[in-house]
């Protein structure tokens, strides 16, 4: 028993950690990816990637799952796919949403710099609050709503920031638009809050596992990714070829962006909201440091207190009082 109490924390730090340095490192690896000199790679191939990347390794969980066998494998995902389509069918209004949100936070990382993407992508917390409100009916705290509005505050003051130098001529990326930015991470808070408001209540009312669920939602992303390839990016697609621009950075930038909801499924399962909120404050933290040395990011006091807010307000918002433990925490 004590031996088993102490993998469990094990796996719970583990999880954290992973996905503490995730979350910082993908912000400031989509930041850089778009301002690199050299070819600029299709943010749409790169969202189709990934989501190859994630089906692959929930197949390989799955087949863990199902005794390492492909007879188990083919079993579990053909009474779960193929004998459930109505059930399956139910995963492509997240599936699409969730395409349209990664492309959304390529738009973002090019017109904003790392450290203010990452503290403004914590709005979908505020989004996930309201669909968690109006669509399962959930009741909030006092504490949590004055958690949402301390991160509004916090985002206002950062986005209202002056912080990065003008764009270098090495840049080779887009030029950036700060508004352009702001309103694409805006955006995929929205689809991110609701998307994950659907997929839990998918997830709830069925007893298919969440890695099933990832297979289900990444074979069902792939069309609607390579959708969006054809519809915007065909002429550079044809022109080019599909996998212009990529070199080993941008293959590390796929595996790290498919890595996140798996990461994620882990510390809900291994750790809690308090210690995720803790994840996500570090990693904002270690944004902030890394892009003043690596992007000549510029530090202000208004920058500094507005991600001083946000971070308050999701340790603020996953608190939950020892005496209150009937109200259910929302994850995001």
Known sequence: MESDNKDLNRMKYVSLVTLTVQNAALGLSMRYARIRPGDLFLSSTAVVMSELVKLVSCLWLVYQEEGSTLTGLKNALHNTIIKQPVDTLKVCVPSMIYVIQNNLLYVAASHL???????????????????????LRRKLRATQWGALLVLLLGVAMVQLAQTEPAKTAASSGP?????????????????????????????????????????????????????????????RVTTNGFFFGYDAFIWYLVVLQATGGLLVAMVVKYADNILKGFAT???????CIASVYLFEFNLTLQFSLGTLLVMASVFLYSYTPKDKKMYQNIKV
Not at 113 to 135: G, N, P, R
Not at 281 to 287: E, V
């Open 113 to 135: 710099d790392a450290a203010t993407y990452q503290v403004t992508y914590q709005l979908k917390i505020l989004t996930t609050a309201f669909f968690a409100v109006t669509i």
């Open 281 to 287: 404050s570090l990693a904002i933290i270690l944004s």
């Open 175 to 235: 030029e950036q638009i700060r508004l352009v930015g702001f309103s694409a991470a805006l955006a995929a808070c929205f689809l991110s809050g609701f998307a994950g408001i659907y997929f839990e209540k998918i997830l709830k009312g069925s007893n298919v596992s969440v890695w099933m669920r990832n297979i289900q939602l990444s074979f069902l992303s792939m069309p609607f990714g390579l959708s969006t390839c054809l519809v915007y990016d065909w002429t």
